[in-house]
């Protein structure tokens, strides 16, 4: 199993960013996947999750109406559309899938806000 995140970068409040996540080694649309991600200090926190035909996706209180999760099972990808960005907002941003009894994560991509 393997999961590549990508897209992170600096950004000053209020701006948009959109994270990818390939996914590879297991059946990708069979599965649901997730967003996490961890502040520097702070624990890592859930923050979007969707179902694996995207008929069902959730997200944290923190996020709802900012961040959109989408999914193409054609690609193997998972994105994460992040709007109305805050500094509150900067971590490092990780996908994670649920294998086999195993969790599995990508090695994450920072996502800095910040004027």
């Known amino acids: 199993v393997q999961l590549v995140e990508s897209g992170g970068g600096l950004v000053a409040p209020g701006g948009s960013l959109r994270l990818s996540c390939a996914a590879s080694g297991f059946t990708f649309s069979a599965v649901s996947m997730s967003w996490h991600r961890q502040g520097l200090g702070k624990e890592r926190e859930w923050v979007a999750g969707?179902?694996?035909?995207?008929?069902?996706?959730k997200y944290a209180d923190s996020v709802k109406g900012r961040f959109t999760i989408s999914r193409d099972n054609a690609k193997n990808r998972v994105y994460l559309q992040m709007n109305s960005l805050k500094p509150e907002d900067t971590a490092v941003y990780y996908c994670e899938v649920l294998w086999g009894s195993r969790h599995y994560w990508g090695q994450g991509t920072q996502v800095t806000v910040s004027s």
């Open positions: 969707i179902s694996s035909t995207a008929g069902i996706t």
